[in-house]
Every structure is written in C-alpha cells, then in structure tokens.
C-alpha cells in the first residue's frame, strides 16, 4: 500500500488540476465580459496552482513557474472571496484596492515561501500566522456574506449553486489554512497528504460542476442587468393581480424589515411561486433590489413635494419603509445619482409640483 501511496496521490491532484483548468479556460471562454466569471476563472487558477504548489514530488522541480504559482496559491483565499461577492451580489463592482490588497496578500505568501526558512523564528510566526488568519477569515467572510443575501436572491439557479460553491470552496480556503499550519511533514506521500489530495480532487469536481450547471443555466450575466422576462402563466394571474395591488395600493413595502417570506404568506402563496413571478414575470433579480424601487420612488415624490420641505430626510426615508438613513443614502443615490438632500434642492430649483415616479424610474427618465 505504501508504495502506490505516490501514484495515487498524483493522479488525484493530476484530476483536481484538469478539471479546475477546465473551469477557468471554459469561464472565461464564454463569459469572459463578466465579473463573477473572470474571479471565478482567478480562483480555479489559484486551487490548480496550490495543488501544484503542494504536490510534494514537484517540490524544487517547478523551475520558472515556481513563482507564478506561489503567487496564485498565495491570492487564492481574497480571489475566493472576490469570486463569491461578485458571483451572488448583483452590484459588486471590483475597486482598485480590491487590487492592491491581492498584491499585499501575494507579496506576504511569496516572503513566507521564498524568504523564511522552516524556523519558527518570532518573524515566521507572525507572517504564517497571519497567512492563518487571512484564509480563515476570508473564509468565513465569504460564506457570511453568501448566506446573508441568499433569501433576497430570485435567480433559482444560483440560490441552488450557492452552497454547493460556498461548501466545496470552503474546504479549499480549510485546507490551504491546514497546511499554512502543518505544512509537509515528509519527502513522499503519506496517508495524510493522500487524504488532503483526495479533498482537492472532490472539491475540484464539486466546484467544477456547480459552476458549469450554473453557468449554462444562462443566470451568468453582468451585474445590475435584468432577468428575462417570459409571459405570466395563467395559473399565476390572480398573484399578479394581488401582487401589484399589494405594492401599488396597500403599499407593502412601507412595512419594516419586508422579506419575500412575509410578503407570500400576506399575499397566501407558497414562497416559490412569488419568488418565480417577481423573478421570470418582472425579470427582477433580487427581492431587496424590487423593494427598494418602490421604497426610492416612494421618497421622490415626497422629496418634490414642496408641502413637504419641512419633513425630515430620515423621516421620509422611514416611512417609505428602510430602518436607517444611511442604506436609505447609498440606495438613492444608486437609483438616481443624487443625494436626497440635492435632489429636494433641485425639485426646489426647478419649480415643479408633485411629480409621481414609477418604480424604478431614474432620473431624466
């Protein structure tokens, strides 16, 4: 057994390197225009080049690559979390120090790689333990930030993907962490670095598949673009009927803290079948996003209404149903371009009455 220890153990990371490669070189062959897909096809890259970079008969064998790789094994856990922000948040939008924190995290992995000998000196402890620190925490962040939007997510092939990716994903960022702590204890491999090899190759191919499922699936498309819109089914004419009464005359959307949850068991719907009406009949991506076009129209023309100059910002903002003055902010400005404050001064300026605004309507609209 010992001696087919080696054989196996090349030919698990030799399946974990196909199929990842497979993954980034389809990812960014068909949606190379597309932000979760270029993060996505970056963290595949960076899983290949850890197998490769802990495969312990290529160690001193890489040659010039060897950098490279260390370099995308490095950056793996904040392409990870990138890749999962831009994947399930509709309006990610990568920033340049997005960019230089990788640069940071790389530079960090190259010292502790190239630089610090196998010594447990005062300095080589504190860099690996915050290589540690840095892939647990990213980690957890990621899958924090998945399972936080997962509910307001309509796109059911990418609620489905979701702890698909999360999970096999997490156990890459697990093991990268446990062998920043442990590293290679021997010259060949044992049943340890077999069972590691073993994990990469089922992550791969969790990964691989929950990608590849999703992306031909059609949601993989740009952020903030909307979902197609097909014909409301018959069966679905009563919902929809009871749906824009619910928001257009009731004003559900006035009520704290809304969630899809709550407007279906108000509207006495299964989940689904409302989830599947605001998503493929209103090509809406996210239920917080829907709201929210309501919520910001709402406060427009509370804004433009010159009877109402006297009325706080906060209280508009709270009664056109957001908890706080700050993601009310952040929500009309996306919508409009403005503050609240320039835009009452600006309806102000222009002389106009009470204008109405549609959800969803921007400015110049």
């Not at 442990?182 to 598949?209: E, H, K, M, Q």
Request: proline share 6%.
């Amino acid at each position: 057994m010992q001696e087919l220890l080696p054989s196996l153990d090349l030919m698990l990371r030799g399946a974990a390197c196909g199929l990842l490669m497979l993954v980034a070189g389809l990812l960014i062959r068909d949606h190379r225009d597309v932000t979760a897909a270029r993060f996505g096809a970056l963290f595949a890259l960076s899983a290949t080049a850890f197998t490769l970079a802990t495969t312990l008969q290529l160690h001193g064998r890489l040659g010039l690559l060897t950098v490279p790789i260390l370099a995308l094994m490095a950056g793996g856990n904040l392409a990870f979390w990138l890749f999962a922000r831009a994947m399930f948040e509709d309006g990610f939008r990568p920033r340049p120090w997005h960019a230089l924190a990788w640069l940071g995290i790389v530079a960090v992995g190259l010292y502790e790689a190239l630089g610090l000998g196998p010594e447990m000196t005062p300095v080589a402890i504190a860099v690996r333990g915050f290589l540690v620190l840095e892939s647990l925490g990213l980690g957890l962040l990621a899958a924090g930030q998945t399972l936080a939007s997962w509910p307001a997510d309509l796109v059911e092939p990418r609620r489905r993907a979701r702890p698909f990716v999360v999970g096999a994903a997490a156990g890459f960022i697990a093991l990268n962490a446990l062998s920043d702590l442990i590293g290679p204890r021997t010259t060949v491999p044992d049943l340890g670095a077999l069972i590691r090899a073993l994990a990469l190759a089922v992550i791969a191919l969790g990964v691989a598949g929950a990608l590849l499922r999703v992306a031909g699936a059609g949601w993989l498309t740009p952020a903030n673009t909307t979902a197609p819109v097909r014909p409301v089914e018959p069966a679905d004419q009563g919902l929809t009927a009871a749906l824009d009464k619910a928001m257009n005359i009731d004003r559900a959307y006035r009520q704290e803290s809304l969630t899809i949850g709550k407007l279906a068991e108000r509207l006495g719907t299964p989940e689904y079948r409302l989830r599947r009406l605001i998503n493929s009949g209103l090509g809406q991506r996210n239920f917080n996003a829907y709201l929210n076009s309501y919520r910001i129209a709402d406060a427009r023309t509370a804004l433009a209404d010159r009877s109402q100059d006297a009325v706080p910002i906060l209280t508009i903002a709270l009664d056109a149903g957001f908890n706080s003055l700050g993601p009310f902010n952040r929500a009309f400005r996306a919508e409009t371009g403005m503050t609240p404050t320039d835009f009452r001064r600006a309806s102000a300026d222009s002389g106009f009455g009470q204008p109405e605004f549609k959800p969803g309507e921007r400015r110049g609209a």
